[in-house]
């Protein structure tokens, strides 16, 4: 009898059978390895953040989420995706220079640059990939395909995008409250629902949460923030109208129509649609409002339809900051050169540019501004308290109450100096207006911060190729020979701006406070050759969230001295993704 510990027969038989049996199963074994090594590598590159395709044509790729494996676009899909969102942009027809992007975020390993720097990415922007001439032609019915299946001369899908990563800064957590805050808007039913409500959609993107560390599959929901809007013009179907337009985008809002009364009210009602939305403020202070029932506010602002806050948090804790608690505080944020004009004494003085920002004590003394609620120096002057409300508030609070405008300028902003020599600010604005260039489409851009935080709009990378991007606003090629250099610009706290000349020009009636925008930032400066910039025309969000969608276009013909001029008009696509 065989032992029992004898091995088993095929092991220990080595006849021809035997051995071709064996054969057999060492390659099937073998080619199993080779493919289990060949998936697992497939899979650490997409965990690396680099999307391969398994198989070539229509079949999906796999990138590693939260939630595990899951299918991308393939790359006949993304293409025809991309040119219909081409072709979907304004004044875009027949050949156009197209250029696509997969913008990959990283955490930045360096922490943050700080305000009013840029932040060096160590790759090209191009990296080998080049603009591709396409025809936006759209191709007529029964056209697109010869019997024989090839392409004809419209363009059915554009090239594949490259893949460019760009470190940002990780979202701060000591920043303000946005809750703090109550905003008063005054507009009219016709301005707020052109453009399918194109209003509502910008004052969502400071009172709702653009945090990216939402949860992308969550409905966009208030930041605390409250709004109080009213209307000059509106019945009672169009409030109830613009009441869910403002519950459906996530703001904590109500609305009220401006009242005409006569009789022994009629002089409460005189100063027009500012003075009521100042009394509605100050009965929300007291509890009496319908927005953040119960809520304490530390902060109240009143600010044109078309004013945008890019970082609402960070200018609430600028304010916090700086600003003590309990105090009578009335600040302005003015922006522009325009926001400025000389006093009786030749110096420069500001109503604040659109946007002021009240304590609770100082909306208590505005309510008890006569001059105000009575349209302005004593009258009925209902037209200018509502088209100048800064102004006359102002100069009624100098009137009948001596207080003092403390004014907050941020990256951006106008400052004026000796001989109106006055000049921009570098860094990242506290407060944008959409109705002037060069942000127009701020709102826009702004809607960037769904993937990489709010930290990141406007943030600026200069690429290894000497492209930069300004995010959310521009994309500029510069020539090579360039450097980045440090500009200086800065004011002392309650004295005005210095410049170097040593001369304050502002006006003694205003306070003027710097922010952690204003100082020393950075520049880039070149010699010889022209720059080409692409300018921000639209932006959307994608995919629930996951994406967004970014076009900058260069027109052709047009530019300035140092920009060169091309012969055909380009895009360059960029699509934001986590």
Not at 72 to 79: A, I, T
Not at 354 to 368: F, H, I, K, N, R
Not at 422 to 451: E, I
Request: neutral net charge; hydrophobic residues 35%.
């Amino acid at each position: 009898m065989a032992p029992h510990h004898r091995l088993p027969r095929m092991a220990v038989s080595y006849g021809r059978t035997r051995i071709l049996r064996l054969t057999v199963l060492a390659c099937i074994a073998c080619t199993t390895l080779v493919m289990i090594m060949q998936i697992g590598r497939a899979w650490s590159r997409g965990r690396d953040g680099h999307r391969h395709h398994l198989l070539q044509g229509a079949s999906p790729g796999w990138k590693t989420t939260e939630g595990g494996l899951v299918p991308v676009k393939s790359r006949e899909e993304l293409g025809r995706e991309m040119l219909e969102y081409v072709r979907g942009l304004p004044g875009l027809q027949g050949e156009v220079a197209v250029l696509s992007k997969r913008v990959r975020v990283v955490e930045s390993k360096e922490g943050a640059v700080g305000e009013g720097k840029i932040r060096r990415v160590g790759r090209g922007f191009l990296e080998g990939h080049g603009f591709a001439r396409v025809d936006l032609t759209p191709p007529a019915a029964g056209e697109g395909r010869s019997d024989n299946g090839e392409t004809l001369k419209q363009e059915t899908r554009l090239p594949v995008p490259g893949v460019v990563e760009v470190p940002v800064d990780v979202p701060r957590d000591d920043m303000g409250d946005p809750g703090e805050v109550l905003f008063g808007i005054a507009s009219d039913y016709e301005r707020v629902s052109r453009d399918d409500f194109g209003l509502v959609r910008d004052w969502a993107g400071f009172l709702t949460n653009h945090s990216a560390e939402r949860e992308r599959k969550e409905k966009r929901r208030s930041n605390g923030a409250g709004l109080l809007l009213v209307l000059s013009k509106a019945t009672e179907s169009e409030v109830v109208e613009v009441k869910a337009r403002l519950w459906q985008a996530g703001i904590d809002g109500t609305v009220f129509v401006v009242e005409q009364r006569e009789g022994k009210d009629s002089d409460r009602y005189k100063g027009g649609v500012y003075a009521q939305l100042f009394q509605r403020l100050l009965m929300s202070r007291f509890g009496k409002g319908e927005v953040g029932a119960g809520k304490t506010r530390r902060w109240f602002a009143v600010v044109d339809e078309k004013v945008f806050i890019p970082n609402l948090r960070k200018l609430v804790w600028e304010m916090d900051t700086r600003f003590e608690d309990g105090g009578e505080w009335f600040v302005g944020l003015p922006t522009e050169k325009e926001d400025w004009a000389d006093d009786e004494n030749g110096k420069q003085i500001t109503y604040g540019g659109g946007a002021v920002v009240m304590s609770p004590s100082a909306l208590d003394a505005v309510g008890q501004l006569m001059c105000f609620q009575a349209g302005g120096k004593g009258g009925n002057d209902e037209v200018k308290a509502d088209s100048n409300w800064g102004e006359t508030l102002y100069k009624c609070l100098e009137q009948e109450r001596y207080l003092k405008m403390q004014v907050l300028v941020g990256g951006g902003g106008y400052l004026p100096g000796e001989g109106n020599q006055g000049q921009k600010v570098s860094g990242r604005p506290l407060v944008l207006r959409t109705d002037k260039d060069p942000f127009k489409f701020s709102a826009k851009g702004h809607l960037v911060s769904n993937v990489c935080g709010e930290e990141c709009y406007l943030q600026r990378f200069l690429f290894a190729d000497s492209w930069a991007l300004i995010n959310g606003h521009s994309i500029t090629a510069y020539p090579r020979r360039i450097e980045v250099q440090m500009s200086s610009q800065k004011m002392t706290q309650q004295k005005g701006f210095q410049n170097k000349s040593g001369a304050g020009e502002v006006a003694d009636k205003i306070a003027v406070h710097s922010t952690s925008s204003v100082g020393e930032g950075q520049k880039i400066a070149w010699r010889g050759g022209k720059t080409k910039t692409w300018r921000l025309v639209s932006a959307e969000v994608r995919d629930n969230g996951k994406e967004v969608w970014q076009a900058y276009v260069n027109e052709k013909g047009i530019g300035s001295k140092e920009e060169e001029k091309s012969d055909v008009d380009s895009v360059i696509v960029l699509v934001w993704e986590f």
